[in-house]
């Protein structure tokens, strides 16, 4: 049997009663139970032909030596939220170690075939996602995250000096990608998409970028009874407006665009607000385009502050550029999922992942997405069907097969590389 | 000289030098600063021929016979906001005794004229204002004031104990309204119609009636990358849309009516609102249009909600009637306005004042309203043109004069009483 995917469910299952509890799954990473989904996971691969080895940011890979040293890898993380699902991370690694059973069997790889779990990649105890990832990509800035605490006051370099790994030579984890030709990565969705289009697969275009600011609207506090209407110079009236125009922002340009939280001050019942704080988070996958929706969003909270005869002031809380997957690898994947279910769909994805990472150290990247039941992520109830499973699985061993013989096409035609 | 309104300023003046300090006035009712007031005010009473009284309420009453027990009464209340302003309250007592003044000057008016001191109209220290007024128009709850405290743990009964007021007598003070004809009050406006008008006098029509609730509409918390805009069930947006609606809602029916505050949960900016909750405030002259207003808000919630697929709920904080002015003592403060300053203008008072409470016994009422600047109240700023204040204490003796003939044409034609 070449590849097995009802293993896979049983070995999802076999984690989730490791490694959850009534909560949901409980594999913080850095923890002793983290820690015991890696050995379980070592134990797994000791009975395959593959070198075992931890890089100095704690990644986990597993490397199938193929006919050449140019490598495809496939991805994912062990590591969960607290009360997280039994799917997000771990589904990825389990698909992949079936890839490389099935692999293994067929005898020396083309191509060197890896799998690697990354450390970290959820940030649940420190706040710093995708981790383990940006330091093999080389995005990781050490300053920015030296002083980085958990509840207990405990810091990043002291938790990973406790797991046996050098917080300083995290950087050197960049070397692992040096051989790097495609990498692939099979998630859950995390949203409705595929579940309102009543299918189980979809080829990711890439991760949206992010601009995340505040905005807030400075106007005159006045008696609620002895104020005329057009006397008012009112905070809220100005986000009001906001909170319609992010749905009109997005019918022009595409993306998502969210008022998370608004806060009124002096916020009590016999006052017109006289200051309004929203924060926005704009999201789209074409960098062109998002700066111009953050720009759009600007001159309509301006236009609003004017309407009002109120000031606008804005903040800025984070930033990361979109990062598009490889043209290439996306009509793999799309061709992959029409072999196992007949018919596909391209999305982007909201949600970073270990991927956005990959693509951006340059290495051609893709990903698949299995639906998600209710849209349902980081939560015990989080779930997707098992015959979607089943499809993911097989989906993602014929893209990496397709994907292997994409590296050894463009490897004999150098001028395409 | 039949009134001298300059001693009026000047006893104003008096008053902030012996109750205020750098941050405004401290005339807090039920405090050594305020009984240093009434004191003071006592004294000026002593020179002048009539009874001075408190009454089981703790208001202060002033009362110069005239030939018959048929009464009209001037009213105000010395007790202030902390860090108050000047003249909020005072200015009505201090018109009103020079208005005793000039009467007294004149002998024996044709119907007998009272000056009241109401007892904490403010509420500052317990939460509910008009305490006094509202004892005496029969309106106050006894049950429903019992408990209250202020910082310290002191309840509103131990308070007034200690100030010599049994709590259980507080609705004795209505006998002191039994031979009321007329009751007339000058405030400062605490808004900036007049201002706006560069007008110096106003004749209220009465004082607003309020209804306060709640709104919370509850829609679904979804992640802000991956949760598509249509999918979104935002309760943000439908509190956008009331923050507009608000003033399309004064457009087509008058009035005033504020959005004082908007909480939002869970308020992250990594999600779409699940639910957010406002306060709306909303207040007509006119009852049958004051409820016409809650019902087409509560109609306009109910249409956001639908739109963006969330439920809404309505919750009660406050309301209470509109209370109009009587019509012919509203002409008669007209025509002395004029006669004062050429030019009069009507207009609604937002705050309540004791004038309402005393126009919910039955009483026909008036108020006077004289400019504030900036429309600022309840602060050490608050402020009116001195030259405005003179011209307030000269209409206020004409509408004295006007009422007083009033009320004895009134008594000499019995059909309409």
Redesign the interface.
């Known amino acids: 049997m070449p590849i097995d995917p009802l293993r896979t469910l049983e070995e999802l299952k076999e984690l989730r009663a490791l490694t959850g509890d009534e909560h949901g799954a409980q594999r913080v990473a850095f923890t002793p139970v983290w820690a015991r989904a890696r050995a379980w996971l070592r134990e797994k691969l000791a009975e395959l032909p593959v070198e075992v080895h931890q890089d100095p940011a704690g990644n986990l890979w597993a490397t199938l030596r193929g006919e050449r040293d140019d490598a495809l890898l496939i991805g994912g993380h062990m590591d969960s939220v607290p009360n997280g699902g039994w799917l997000d991370g771990c589904l990825n690694v389990l698909a992949g170690l079936e890839v490389m059973r099935r692999a293994a069997q067929e005898g020396t790889p083309p191509v060197t075939l890896r799998l690697v779990d990354w450390a970290d990649e959820e940030g649940a105890r420190f706040g710093r996602s995708l981790l383990g990832s940006s330091a093999a990509s080389g995005t990781l800035d050490l300053e920015s995250v030296r002083g980085l605490r958990d509840r207990d006051g405990v810091t990043l370099p002291e938790a990973l000096a406790s797991q046996g790994i050098d917080f300083e030579r995290l950087p050197e984890a960049h070397a692992e990608l040096r051989a790097a030709r495609a990498y692939l990565e099979l998630h859950i969705?995390?949203?409705?998409?595929l579940e309102?289009l009543d299918l189980p697969l979809g080829a990711v275009l890439g991760t949206?970028g992010?601009e995340?600011h505040t905005i807030t609207w400075r106007g005159q506090a006045?008696?609620?009874?002895?104020?005329?209407?057009n006397?008012r110079r009112?905070a809220?009236?100005a986000?009001?407006?906001?909170?319609?125009e992010v749905?009109a922002l997005?019918?022009r340009h595409g993306g998502?665009?969210?008022?998370?939280?608004?806060?009124?001050r002096p916020?009590?019942?016999?006052?017109?607000?006289e200051e309004?704080e929203i924060?926005l988070?704009l999201?789209h996958l074409d960098l062109a385009t998002l700066t111009a929706m953050w720009e759009d969003a600007r001159a309509a909270a301006r236009r609003f502050a004017d309407e009002g005869g109120v000031t606008v002031e804005f903040g800025d809380?984070w930033r990361i550029d979109p990062m598009p997957f490889h043209p290439e690898l996306i009509e793999l994947c799309d061709e992959a999922i029409r072999e196992v279910c007949g018919v596909s769909h391209r999305l982007p994805?909201?949600?970073?992942h270990d991927a956005a990472e990959v693509a951006r150290a340059g290495v051609p990247t893709v990903m698949l997405f299995v639906q998600s039941l209710r849209?349902i992520?980081h939560n015990r109830i989080e779930d997707t069907k098992e015959e979607h499973l089943v499809l993911s699985v097989l989906a993602l061993d014929r893209l990496a097969t397709s994907a292997t013989r994409w590296i050894t096409d463009r490897l004999a035609a150098p001028q395409a590389r």
């Not at 986000?239 to 319609?244: D, N, R, S, V």
């Not at 994805?349 to 970073?352: A, D, K, Q, V, Y």
């Open positions: 969705e995390q949203g409705p998409v309102d949206f992010v995340r006045a008696h609620s009874g002895s104020t005329p209407m006397r009112d809220l009236l986000a009001g407006k906001m909170a319609q749905y997005t019918d998502v665009s969210t008022i998370g939280s608004a806060k009124t916020g009590i019942v016999t006052s017109v607000v309004c924060t988070d999201r809380l994805s909201g949600p970073l849209g992520s």
